[in-house]
Nanobody
Framework: QVQLVESGGGLVQAGGSLRLSCAAS????????MGWFRQAPGKEREFIAA????????YYADSVKGRFSISRDNDKNTVKLQMNSLKADDTAVYYC?????????????????????WGQGTQVTVSS
């Protein structure tokens, strides 16, 4: 059974940093691209970042480019999201997700239906 568990969320002041972590199990982690998404109250789930199965390529939403960084450790089955220069608009529940299909690059990785397994989310609140 595929399981994704996010951690590292919390309350931070604007301009601060957080690092989110996602632990994966139940699937051969190293074969699948991974994505991070977020959802604020009353809004649709929004793509944040993705990383290919081999870390060769990454892809970011314009809203976080230059501030957030995605990485993965295939030996530890984890994917992380380093978030710097946080803004109040970054407040949301953050989710990690598995690509449905193995061996894909990050082309088209901002498409929510591409992902088949999701974690329960971790809350990030940025105070202004």
């Amino acid at each position: 059974q595929v399981q994704l568990v996010e951690s590292g969320g919390g309350l931070v002041q604007a301009g601060g940093s957080l690092r989110l972590s996602c632990a994966a199990s139940g699937r051969t982690f190293s074969r699948f691209a991974m994505g991070w998404f977020r959802q604020a109250p009353g809004k649709e789930r929004e793509f944040i970042a993705a990383i290919s199965y081999d870390s060769a390529s990454t892809y970011y939403a314009d809203s976080v480019k230059g501030r957030f960084s995605i990485s993965r450790d295939n030996d530890k089955n984890t994917v992380k999201l380093q978030m710097n220069s946080l803004k109040a608009d970054d407040t949301a529940v953050y989710y990690c997700a598995f690509d449905r299909v193995a061996w894909r690059s990050v082309v088209g990785a901002d498409n929510v239906p591409r992902y088949g397994s999701w974690g329960q989310g971790t809350q990030v609140t940025v105070s202004s």
